[in-house]
């Protein structure tokens, strides 16, 4: 695919965040390295950000989850009711509620601001290995080792019913955002791939050998990562299929987590006792950065929901969390403003085969205010390849094609080209077009 359109439009978003950016002064803390949280007795198995990202919610295996106040890094309360270690913790959506699952089988409500207990749900005696609320808040899901989904109402702790058929316990889910899929994984390393509002079972199939570890649902829906137990590698499935879209390796130990950033552009993924927390590029494939010291086992990495923190659980009892515009080069990095020179190397650094010097040079971009708005408007121009412009006007005339499956394709490559599809569509419509033309036309604006 000619990449020439997309990496316009994301330039294009560059100078946008650039016109805007107003550089706050670097965190000493965060300078040199991430801040760091303490207070656990034990591995910090899993993390959650509150939807506000003002509070980070832990669980560890020293029988406790935590309440973190995010701005000022301190703890705002220690959540005591498990009797086993702490596997599984997620916020609701609305942030009031917080989830916690554990080796003692029940699941656990608590008041996310002052971490009162509100609720112990009780299903079973068995370990509960995950947690998730769907995106509307209705249901707070719930798995483990009887291999059952159990759907509570976080508001009543009413459990409205079960999804049965799983072979083996359940070891992770995942619910896409719209809240009428979720995907879960076993210890027979199988995805079973559920339809919420029907109840019903669409597919099952194998994609570990070993443990399903780990999943996470792209941010669109269209995708999901899973990461396994014997295989080493992150696997990318169509939602609603089998189908195998790509994988990354470099890991060489068991994927333990995977946390796609808000945008989609990242995934996070943590190696378990290979010690490492990675990031790669969701477009390409490619590894940006590795984050890799001594602290042992490496279980759990989320993104903040601003996208600008990484937040993760370790072995050695301490939860780390960097700021990534400092870890990429990027607007909150408190570098001094760029001049010709940079700016002229970050150019060249768009076109070399390098994906983390390429991400930092567009984060650089996107912080370097007014400099970059000049430098890119010089060298940004109207598409003139041709060829380009050509597929550019193909795709738009096929919006009214009489094939069906052509419109499809047309509108979804349009969505794909990015804003650089933007004035000729616009000035399309202005003429005589037929109403299916116009529809996809505003399908295709509206997701820009």
Same mark, same amino acid.
């Given at each position: 695919?000619?990449?020439?359109?997309?990496?316009?439009?994301?330039?294009?978003?560059v100078?946008?965040?650039?016109?805007?950016?107003?550089?706050?002064?670097?965190?000493?803390?965060?300078?040199?390295?991430?801040?760091?949280?303490?207070?656990?007795?034990?591995?910090?198995?899993c993390?959650?950000?509150?939807?506000?990202?003002?509070t980070?919610?832990?669980?560890?295996?020293?029988?406790?989850?935590? !309440?973190?106040?995010?701005?000022?890094?301190?703890?705002?309360?220690?959540?005591?009711?498990?009797?086993?270690k702490? !596997?599984a913790?997620?916020?609701?959506?609305?942030?009031?509620?917080?989830?916690?699952?554990?080796?003692?089988?029940?699941?656990?409500?608590?008041?996310?601001?002052?971490?009162?207990?509100?609720?112990?749900l009780?299903?079973?005696?068995?370990?509960?290995?995950?947690?998730?609320?769907?995106?509307?808040?209705?249901?707070?899901?719930a798995?483990?080792?009887?291999?059952?989904?159990?759907?509570?109402?976080?508001?009543?702790?009413?459990?409205?019913f079960?999804?049965?058929?799983?072979?083996?316990?359940?070891?992770? !889910?995942?619910?896409a955002?719209?809240?009428?899929?979720?995907?879960?994984?076993?210890t027979?390393?199988d995805?079973?791939? +559920?339809?919420?509002?029907?109840?019903?079972?669409?597919?099952?199939?194998?994609?570990?050998?070993?443990?399903?570890?780990?999943?996470?649902?792209?941010?669109?829906?269209?995708t999901?990562?899973?990461g396994?137990?014997?295989?080493?590698?992150?696997?990318?499935?169509?939602?609603?299929?089998?189908v195998?879209?790509? %994988?990354?390796e %470099?890991?060489t130990?068991?994927?333990?987590?995977?946390?796609?950033?808000?945008?989609?552009?990242?995934?996070?993924?943590?190696?378990?006792?290979?010690?490492?927390?990675?990031? +790669?590029?969701?477009?390409?494939?490619?590894?940006?950065?590795?984050?890799?010291?001594? +602290?042992?086992?490496?279980?759990?990495?989320?993104?903040?929901p601003?996208?600008?923190?990484?937040?993760? %659980?370790?072995?050695?009892?301490?939860?780390?969390?960097?700021?990534?515009?400092?870890?990429?080069?990027?607007?909150?990095?408190g570098?001094?403003p760029?001049?010709?020179k940079? !700016?002229?190397?970050?150019?060249?650094?768009?076109?070399?085969?390098?994906?983390?010097?390429a991400?930092?040079?567009?984060?650089?971009?996107? %912080?370097?205010?007014?400099?970059?708005?000049?430098?890119?408007?010089?060298?940004?121009?109207?598409?003139?390849?041709?060829?380009?412009?050509?597929?550019l006007?193909?795709?738009?005339?096929?919006?009214?094609?009489?094939?069906?499956?052509?419109?499809e394709?047309?509108?979804?490559?349009?969505?794909?080209?990015?804003?650089?599809?933007?004035?000729?569509l616009?000035?399309?419509?202005?003429?005589?077009?037929?109403?299916?033309f116009?529809?996809?036309?505003?399908?295709?604006?509206?997701?820009?």
């Amino acid at each position: 695919m000619n990449r020439l359109p997309v990496l316009s439009s994301f330039l294009l978003g560059v100078l946008c965040v650039a016109r805007c950016a107003s550089a706050p002064a670097p965190n000493p803390s965060e300078a040199s390295g991430p801040v760091v949280l303490t207070g656990h007795e034990g591995l910090v198995r899993c993390l959650a950000y509150s939807p506000d990202g003002k509070t980070l919610l832990s669980g560890s295996h020293d029988d406790t989850a935590r !309440l973190w106040d995010v701005p000022s890094h301190k703890e705002v309360a220690v959540l005591k009711g498990h009797e086993k270690k702490v !596997l599984a913790v997620a916020f609701s959506p609305d942030g009031t509620i917080a989830a916690t699952a554990g080796g003692d089988g029940p699941l656990r409500l608590w008041d996310a601001r002052t971490g009162k207990l509100l609720r112990t749900l009780k299903h079973t005696a068995n370990p509960m290995h995950a947690v998730v609320f769907t995106s509307d808040g209705k249901y707070v899901v719930a798995g483990g080792q009887d291999g059952e989904l159990v759907f509570w109402g976080p508001a009543n702790g009413l459990c409205y019913f079960t999804l049965k058929g799983q072979e083996g316990q359940i070891t992770c !889910l995942a619910i896409a955002p719209d809240a009428r899929t979720l995907v879960c994984g076993t210890t027979l390393g199988d995805l079973y791939v +559920w339809d919420i509002p029907q109840q019903k079972l669409d597919l099952r199939f194998h994609a570990e050998d070993g443990y399903a570890h780990s999943l996470a649902f792209a941010p669109d829906g269209r995708t999901f990562a899973s990461g396994g137990g014997a295989q080493t590698s992150i696997k990318f499935w169509k939602s609603g299929s089998e189908v195998e879209l790509k %994988g990354l390796e %470099g890991h060489t130990r068991y994927v333990a987590s995977l946390s796609y950033s808000p945008d989609g552009k990242l995934l996070a993924s943590t190696g378990s006792s290979d010690g490492s927390v990675r990031l +790669w590029e969701s477009s390409t494939g490619k590894e940006i950065a590795r984050l890799q010291e001594r +602290w042992g086992f490496a279980m759990s990495a989320v993104f903040s929901p601003d996208g600008r923190k990484l937040a993760c %659980g370790m072995e050695d009892k301490l939860i780390r969390i960097w700021d990534l515009d400092t870890l990429l080069g990027g607007a909150a990095s408190g570098r001094p403003p760029a001049d010709a020179k940079e !700016l002229e190397n970050l150019w060249a650094s768009l076109g070399k085969e390098d994906a983390t010097g390429a991400y930092r040079a567009l984060q650089r971009f996107s %912080g370097a205010g007014d400099a970059s708005v000049d430098f890119l408007a010089g060298r940004l121009k109207p598409v003139s390849d041709p060829g380009v412009a050509a597929l550019l006007q193909k795709r738009i005339q096929d919006l009214d094609h009489a094939d069906f499956e052509v419109r499809e394709e047309a509108t979804q490559a349009l969505i794909g080209m990015g804003l650089v599809v933007e004035a000729p569509l616009t000035e399309q419509m202005r003429e005589a077009a037929s109403e299916e033309f116009r529809i996809r036309a505003k399908t295709v604006l509206a997701s820009l």
